[in-house]
Nanobody, 127 residues
Framework: QVQLIESGGGLVQAGGSLRLSCAAS????????MAWFRQGPGKEREFVAA????????YYADSVKGRFTISRDNAKNTVYLQMNSLKPEDTGVYYC????????????????????WGQGTQVTVSS
């Protein structure tokens, strides 16, 4: 079992930055690939970014590539999402998720690959 708790959301103006954190319980954090998903108002949940268990590989949605950076600290059981140059369309609830696998992009970006989910943290970007 892995419990995930997100933090760091808030209200920011367009062009600003936020750093999200996701703290995981348990001693097996380093065995899990981690990802961030988001769900905007009236939209379906979508993939944002993922990182392999050792931090050696990352994958991003095209919409955030070059603006967002995912990272992890296995010693602290924490994964981060640094979000720069935020846009109003980045508004939504951001969820972190854990998966016991890594593979092709369609696997990494698929929500069904992730067995554990946090409760989410709200990010609002004003124009």
């Amino acid at each position: 079992q892995v419990q995930l708790i997100e933090s760091g959301g808030g209200l920011v103006q367009a062009g600003g930055s936020l750093r999200l954190s996701c703290a995981a319980s348990g001693r097996t954090f380093s065995r899990y690939a981690m990802a961030w998903f988001r769900q905007g108002p009236g939209k379906e949940r979508e993939f944002v970014a993922a990182i392999r268990w050792d931090g050696g590989s990352t994958y991003y949605a095209d919409s955030v590539k070059g603006r967002f950076t995912i990272s992890r600290d296995n010693a602290k059981n924490t994964v981060y999402l640094q979000m720069n140059s935020l846009k109003p369309e980045d508004t939504g609830v951001y969820y972190c998720a854990a998966a016991g696998l890594w593979g092709m992009p369609e696997v990494v970006a698929g929500s069904r690959s992730y067995a554990y989910w946090g409760q989410g943290t709200q990010v609002t970007v004003s124009s």
